[in-house]
Each structure stands twice: as structure tokens, then as C-alpha cells.
């Protein structure tokens, strides 16, 4: 192979030296190749340059350019036995690695594939917050989109481990399409649930941490909720709802009621009193005044642009996180207070979950298996007056805690007319 490659490189060399032509001689530089296999350069020594006939030129010509395509031929076929190697740039190889949206961009290919994909069918990831709060809190800022989207309401759970109430919650669901709802279940670090894979909180458990009543790590968890849902670009509303919470309606009419409301349903009100503006914190200010201090329900919903306000906040939440410490409770003034500065509009001033305050105390009335029944269900709904999309409306609460879980077996035991599923 070496032998041939110095011919051929050599009549190569003759050829141009000849096709010089001239008077003067010239030193005439030729690639060899040395014994080594190394290509070096060599000076011919000065000769009067020998011009040949052009009838003889062209078919020596010739047949050095055929003789060099058979050896890069040969390169290339016995490249492992020869030192060899003919590079050419790999044009198609690197046109193979560009990424798919890239190479299918003038073919109009799949380039919102990345929006219009069914969610994951896990709901856990490697994220930490800080990441997870970045990602959640990107938001187009064309309104139209460029694509048939349906919206989906989210429905977070945020319990402290089992969900005693999950069968209730599987019937609520049972019929209705998985393009109009997920779910998500924020619960204590370490709880493994156990759900089949035909229950729709399988694997939708997300990374959680401690969350502690009272404590500025609560609102943290609902934070943390939105982010996970907010992943999800067909989910539009989002509501929050505890291991104890219940639904009063069935699926359809809650779905149409919240994706037909014009309004987020967050309650807020001006408290007076030590357990309103008592805990106002000065610190606070100029981002927050005292008679813009407002309390509400933990347990709120939000369309979607006003969830990436919340897990985007940077304005007041680090104050919020900082200064509201027992006995201020963020997640029951953060809400209230921040959407009222940044939303006033957009709020019902209201939330669509029924709890009992009438008892007293820091927490609202728990009630068992032997509370509930027909004539308790209708006690929640006659209590319903309200106002929906400026209208008045005895539908008011579509969900109702607290629920012991010996409440379970009487409410599967209810008649479907009474709450629609």
C-alpha cells in the first residue's frame, strides 16, 4: 500500500511539474511518503524544467486522478491495516444529532410537543423547590392558544399521610375524563401509599416535606402543590382540599362551575379584632399596610395566572415567610391579604369549602359517622346564599370538611341523587 501511494503521490507531483512549463527552473515541492508511514515534504533538486506534450499530459493526468480515487477507496476499505484515514466532515451524521424540533421545523413537525403531551402519569420528580418553583412559574404571554387545549381542574390534596376518605373521592371521579382533572398529593415525608393503578391517586403523590399547623412550612406545602400542578399546562383551576375535605355535588357540575366562573374563590375579610389585625406585623409595611391586613379560609381555588403569581412571588412572600409566625398563621392571611392587594377584582371574597366554626376554638367541628346523613346535607345546602359571576346562587360550597374517617361507610351509604355520585 505504501509503495503505491509514493507512486502515485510521485506521478501526481511529475504531472504539475510538467504542466508548469516555462523558461526558468523551479524547485518543484512533492508529498512523499518515508518508510515510516509519515508524510513529509521534500525539495527536488533545481532541473530545467521539461514540458511534456498536451496529448501526453491528459491521459497521465487522467489517470493519476483514477489512481488516487482507487486508493482512497482502498484507505478506506483497509483502513485498520494502514495508517491511514480519509476525514470527511459527517454533514448527515451532524444533521441526525440536531434536536427532533430542530430537523422537523420547516416540515411544521411536533414543535409544541412539549406543551400539548398528556401529563406524566407520575407525579414525582427530582426537582428541589427552588427549581420546581422556577419551572412552574413560566407563563406565555400570548393568551390564544395555538392549540385545542381543555382545560383541567387541579384538585390538590394536602394531607398528613392516608387519605381515609380516597373511595369517596373514587366514585366523585368514577366516568369522568382524565383530560378534565388531575390530581396531586402533598403528604408527610416518608408515607408510601398504596393505591392501584386504577385509582386516579396512583402515583400522583409529589416531593413533600414537612408541613406543621401553624407554622410558616404549611403554606409552603400549598406553594409547593401549585408549582406540581402548574407543571401541567392544561390544568386551569386549582383547588386546594384536605385528607378530610368532601365533595357536595358531582363531577360535572363542580367542573362547570369552576371553569364557567369569572372569579377565583379565595375568601377575605377585615377582622378588627387579635386574631385579625392583632397579628399584623409591621415589618411588613410599605408592601403591606394594617387596613390592608386581611383574613380568610386556608382552603382556597385560583385560575391559573393567579397560581404562578403565588409560587412567583418575591415581593411578599419573603416577608410573609419571615415576620408571620405563630401567633400570625400565613396560610390564613397570605391569600387573603396579598390577593386582595394584587386581584381585588378577581376574587369572589369567598371559599367554595364549608366548614363549621360555630364550635369554637382554633379548629372547626369534626364530624363522624354519626353526624352525617340526608338531613345533615341539606343543613349544609339550605345555609348556601351567595353571589356567582355577579348572580345570586344557592350553590355556594362544592366541598365540605372536617370528615373522621368512621364518616366514610355513611356517606358511601347515601343515596347518589342526594350528592350526584
Known amino acids: 500500500m505504501l509503495k503505491i501511494s509514493s507512486f502515485l503521490l510521485v506521478s501526481i507531483g511529475f504531472v504539475v511539474d510538467s504542466m508548469q512549463g516555462g523558461g526558468g527552473g523551479g524547485a518543484a515541492v512533492v508529498l512523499t511518503v518515508n518508510g515510516n508511514g509519515k508524510d513529509s515534504f521534500s525539495n527536488l533538486a533545481r532541473a530545467p524544467s521539461r514540458s511534456l506534450p498536451l496529448k501526453l499530459l491528459k491521459p497521465l493526468l487522467l489517470f493519476a486522478v483514477l489512481a488516487t480515487g482507487f486508493l482512497a477507496a482502498a484507505l478506506l476499505l483497509l483502513g485498520g491495516a494502514s495508517s491511514y484515514r480519509l476525514t470527511v466532515p459527517d454533514v448527515l451524521s451532524a444533521a441526525a444529532r440536531q434536536p427532533r424540533c430542530a430537523q422537523h421545523q420547516e416540515e411544521g413537525g411536533p414543535t409544541l410537543e412539549r406543551w400539548t403531551r398528556p401529563a ?212 390564613e392571611h397570605y391569600m387573603p391579604t396579598v390577593m386582595s392587594i394584587e386581584a381585588a377584582g378577581r376574587i369572589a371574597n369567598r371559599s367554595v369549602t364549608w366548614v363549621d366554626w360555630s364550635r369554637g376554638g382554633a379548629h372547626p367541628a369534626t364530624f363522624g359517622g354519626a353526624d352525617v346523613g340526608e338531613a345533615f346535607l341539606k343543613k349544609v345546602a339550605a345555609e348556601q346564599r351567595c353571589l356567582y359571576n355577579g348572580q345570586p346562587s344557592e350553590v355556594c360550597f362544592l366541598f365540605a370538611r372536617k370528615f373522621a374517617p368512621g364518616a366514610l361507610q355513611p356517606l358511601l351509604s347515601l343515596p347518589p341523587t342526594l350528592l350526584g355520585y
Request: proline share 10%; charged share 25%; aromatic share 16%.
Open 120 to 331: 406524566a402519569a407520575s407525579a414525582w420528580h427530582n426537582m428541589t423547590d427552588d427549581e420546581l418553583l422556577w419551572a412552574a412559574s413560566m407563563e406565555p404571554r400570548v393568551r390564544k392558544y395555538p392549540y385545542r387545549r381543555v382545560p383541567k381542574v387541579a384538585f390538590m390534596f394536602l394531607t398528613r399521610g392516608p387519605l381515609p376518605l380516597a373511595p369517596l373521592w373514587e366514585r366523585f371521579f368514577n366516568g369522568s375524563s382524565r383530560e378534565l382533572f388531575s390530581v396531586y398529593v402533598h403528604s408527610t415525608p416518608g408515607y408510601r401509599p398504596d393505591f392501584p393503578p386504577t385509582s386516579v391517586f396512583y402515583r400522583r403523590q409529589v416531593p413533600s416535606q414537612v408541613a406543621q399547623w401553624g407554622q410558616t412550612n404549611m403554606f409552603d406545602a400549598e406553594r409547593r402543590l401549585l408549582a406540581n400542578a402548574l407543571l401541567d399546562a392544561g390544568n386551569e383551576r386549582f383547588v386546594l382540599v384536605s385528607e378530610s375535605c368532601v365533595p357536595l355535588h358531582g363531577f360535572p357540575a363542580v367542573y362547570r362551575y369552576l371553569t364557567g366562573s369569572r372569579h377565583s374563590f379565595v375568601g377575605a375579610f377585615v377582622d378588627p379584632g387579635p386574631h385579625g389585625r392583632g397579628r399584623y406585623r409591621p415589618g411588613l409595611a410599605p408592601e403591606v399596610s394594617p387596613e390592608q391586613w386581611r383574613k380568610g379560609a386556608q382552603w382556597f381555588e385560583v385560575e391559573r395566572d393567579l397560581a404562578v403569581f403565588v409560587v412567583a412571588d418575591d415581593r411578599y412572600y419573603p416577608k410573609f415567610r419571615e415576620l408571620c409566625r405563630p401567633p400570625c398563621y400565613v396560610d
